[in-house]
């Protein structure tokens, strides 16, 4: 895993309102169904910030992804 920041897509169960939304100030949030969706760019320890973060509100982890794209500058 690289050090660099890269793109996430991190999906939770549940529809996250403002309040819990606003413990993640770095990520856009969308809800998709019964879920929602945190993308953002993040480093290695913004990464793990953000899933303690989520452990520690009790909010259920679905998915974590990391863009496969190369060149994130487009």
Known sequence: MSAEPALYMIRVAG???ATALSAFPALAAEHQAAQ????GYLDRSGLYG????LEMLGI???EV???CRADMSD
Do not use: D
């Open 50 to 53: 953000v899933l303690s973060q």
């Open 36 to 39: 929602t969706v945190l993308v």
């Open 60 to 62: 259920e982890l679905v």
């Open 15 to 17: 529809h996250l309102g």
């Open 65 to 67: 992804s990391r863009s």
